[in-house]
């Protein structure tokens, strides 16, 4: 009966130490997910944290995420969240560099000697020309971009939040959802990763990297690590052989743990193991742009000039005044997933890329860059990625309707900026759809082509 006793007892012990691991994790996950959420849509978006819970945490539907609690403070511009007592999170507002989550063991004060002396204030920039369409082409614009808002299946909403379409780098056409204006900043997601190569070309450009180098990355200098021999084009190219789970909704998936638990971002992704031969696979990784991003700091004297080059080198540069591109607690870029900026902001990225690298006549990207960008990744089964940029959309049957040139930042919730370069065209598209097939980006740029050809 003793020996009985003692197995139950270790049973439940066991049992409970398992709860206990597995509600901590849930809670650091799902606290994490609202800090973040809040945080930056209050601090950088300028919205309530109500209309965030509201609209973008209620979008997600889980059950987890509405247990959570959240408090905000406005004065400490901190967001605070835990999920019944578990994992408790904090995210830390900095000006110029959005929210970054900070672990219980960091406070965040620690955060300032990362800014110390460092001012992001953005540099004033004209606006982007706005033209008005007349005649057939306007009319059927406009209603091609109105058409992006109502929802026309409930099974699956769009929530299309902005519109903004440039011709020959004027706006020709933008509209807006109730609650977001030309000046609200909206995440991107995964689209940011086209701003983590869009930096790596500028530091080609500079000297400072070469894509056919061996990626800088002291953790995978040992002598025998295979890691060491991943270049920073097949990183570019998602074809590093590096093992990650990119499985959203899984709190026990690499990207999950990644971007809501980990400290470093980067950190956590150079800890993956080779499971083939680098440049044999294609793998979407948003490990693989944490990796990348982390790396841009080997080529700076120091953190602060590393945290400064994006808004000195790229955003400034050609007048992305809203553009955030967050840090992670540890001082490097969430490149695969955290930066806000306008919807004219994202639109300004894709005029980069459709005038091949140039901004007002002067070269910011190498020469070929942009090409090389959407030159298809060997080991892409269906050649639809480039370095860092989509070059088909899935699943749409739409890609065969687009000129042959054109390609795509995505992330997640359907946040595009497509470039056409041959019709001069660049097509961003912001919302939250979460479902699949619920946006087709290919079918609206197809629209939004045919709305300008027509009269040509």
């Not at 026309?152 to 929530?159: C, M, N």
């Not at 690298?357 to 060997?378: C, I, M, N, Q």
């Not at 930042?409 to 019709?423: D, E, I, K, L, M």
Request: some cysteine; aromatic content about 8%; charged content about 20%.
């Amino acid at each position: 009966m003793r020996t009985r006793s003692k197995i139950a007892l270790l049973a439940a012990a066991t049992v409970a130490v398992g709860m206990a691991f597995v509600g901590g994790r849930v809670g650091l996950i799902a606290s994490g997910i609202k800090a973040k959420a809040i945080c930056s849509g209050v601090f950088v978006s300028g919205r309530s944290s109500d209309a965030v819970g509201r609209e973008d945490l209620a979008a997600y539907g889980s059950r987890f995420l509405d247990a959570v609690t959240a408090r905000v403070d406005p004065e400490g511009r901190l967001v605070t969240a835990s999920l019944l007592g578990f994992g408790e999170h904090r995210a830390v507002f900095r000006p110029g560099l959005g929210c970054s989550l900070v672990p219980n063991k960091i406070e965040p004060g620690a955060l300032a000697a990362q800014t110390a002396g460092l001012d992001l204030t953005p540099r004033a920039a004209p606006p982007l020309p706005v033209e008005a369409l007349s005649g057939d082409r306007g009319a059927r614009l406009a209603r091609a971009v109105q058409n992006a808002f109502p929802e026309p299946d409930a099974s699956k909403p769009r929530r299309t939040r902005a519109v903004v379409v440039l011709h020959d780098g004027r706006i020709v056409a933008e509209e807006y959802a109730p609650g977001v204006t030309p000046d609200t900043p909206l995440q991107g997601w995964s689209m940011a990763k086209s701003v983590i190569g869009t930096l790596v070309g500028i530091l080609v450009r500079e000297g400072k990297l070469h894509p056919a180098a061996a990626a800088p990355v002291p953790e995978w200098k040992a002598v025998g690590d295979p890691r060491g021999a991943i270049t920073l084009d097949q990183l570019l190219r998602m074809s590093s052989g590096l093992a990650f789970a990119e499985r959203y909704g899984d709190p026990f998936a690499d990207v999950m743990e990644m971007l809501f638990a980990a400290p470093s971002a980067g950190g956590y992704a150079v800890g993956s193991t080779l499971e083939v031969r680098p440049g044999a696979k294609w793998q979407y990784s948003s490990g693989t742009s944490n990796v990348i991003a982390r790396a841009l700091a080997t080529a700076f004297a120091s953190p602060a000039d590393y945290l400064a080059f994006p808004r000195r080198a790229l955003f400034d540069r050609i007048g992305m005044t809203s553009a955030v591109l967050e840090p992670d607690a540890a001082g490097s870029f969430v490149g695969s997933s955290f930066m806000y900026a306008t919807a004219r902001d994202w639109a300004r990225l894709g005029l980069l890329y459709a005038q091949d690298g140039l901004w007002d006549g002067k070269r910011v990207l190498p020469e070929g860059w942009v090409e090389y960008s959407r030159t298809p990744a060997p080991a892409a089964p269906a050649a639809q990625y480039g370095a860092h940029w989509w070059l088909k959309l899935e699943p749409s049957a739409a890609n065969g309707r687009l000129p042959a040139d054109a390609f795509h930042a995505a992330g997640h919730g359907g946040q595009f900026v497509t470039v056409v370069p041959s019709r001069k065209v660049v097509v961003v598209r912001l919302g939250l759809a979460l479902d699949r097939g619920a946006w087709d980006q290919p079918a609206f740029v197809a629209q939004v082509l045919d709305a300008l050809a027509a009269g040509d």
